[in-house]
């Protein structure tokens, strides 16, 4: 409507010089439909923009919300990232703690083997982040603290655990490559495992995997971060 209004008056404006009714008087007019066409421009111009950050706070908003559910998924699953481990440092600590020449016990080899045989590690959601922020909408959120910690956690906070957790499975691979080059079957439901694990080599490839503070110490940078921007998103929206 706003533009229809424009090309009348703009034409109104042009057909002025055509009539015959003295110079001043169709100067006065002329003006008349200059201001005319600056008030509807400026007008849809306000409307436009008003619709547009509508539009934009409603995508915000979406995002935000959906952002938050993911970041209760991820916090789940970190807890559980956690608890793996602490108890595969448990496993490895048994296997290093022992005195020289001092026999692994078979059954606690049998207790911790599923933590000395997994690896574990973050798979974030970060599929909605990442699309918010390809598309050039990250600056939209006008709760500056809120984009901060957004950016740093996906792009400083998750990315440092990824490494440090990527870099402990490593180590993890060199002790399984071990054991997969020197295992024997002793019998049909037994193996030399144990006195894999007892040697020198495998010692000292376990040893390297007892410390897990750092990775723990990382995990929960990360969920504090993660539940800062939860309760901020909760603080903005009500819900």
């Not at 409603?58 to 602490?86: A, P, Y």
């Not at 490895?92 to 599923?114: C, Q, V």
């Amino acid at each position: 409507m706003a533009e229809q209004e424009v090309i009348k008056h703009t034409k109104k404006a042009i057909g002025l010089w055509t009539r015959e009714k003295g110079f001043w008087h169709n100067v006065k007019e002329f003006i008349q439909e200059i201001i005319i066409i600056i008030f509807a421009v400026t007008v849809s111009i306000y409307l436009h923009d008003r619709s547009e950050l509508k539009h934009q706070r409603h995508e915000t908003r979406e995002f935000l919300l959906g952002l938050r559910q993911d970041l209760q998924t991820d916090i789940g699953e970190m807890n559980k990232d956690k608890s793996s481990f602490q108890k595969s440092g448990n496993a490895f600590l048994y296997i290093t703690g022992r005195r020289l020449n001092e026999r692994l016990n078979s059954d606690t080899i049998t207790k911790y083997r599923n933590w000395i045989f997994n690896t574990t590690g973050l798979m974030p959601n970060s599929g909605r982040f990442e699309g918010f922020k390809s598309s050039g909408k990250i600056g939209t959120i006008e709760n500056k603290e809120l984009q901060n910690n957004i950016m740093d956690l996906y792009q400083e906070d998750i990315p440092i655990l990824i490494s440090s957790t990527d870099f402990y499975t490593s180590k993890k691979q060199r002790l399984f490559d071990y054991i997969d080059a020197t295992r024997k079957r002793i019998t049909d439901s037994t193996s030399n495992l144990v006195d894999v694990l007892a040697t020198d080599q495998a010692y000292n490839i376990c040893h390297s995997l007892v410390s897990v503070q750092e990775i723990l110490n990382r995990y929960d940078t990360c969920i504090t971060k993660m539940k800062a921007v939860i309760n901020d998103i909760e603080k903005q929206y009500g819900e």
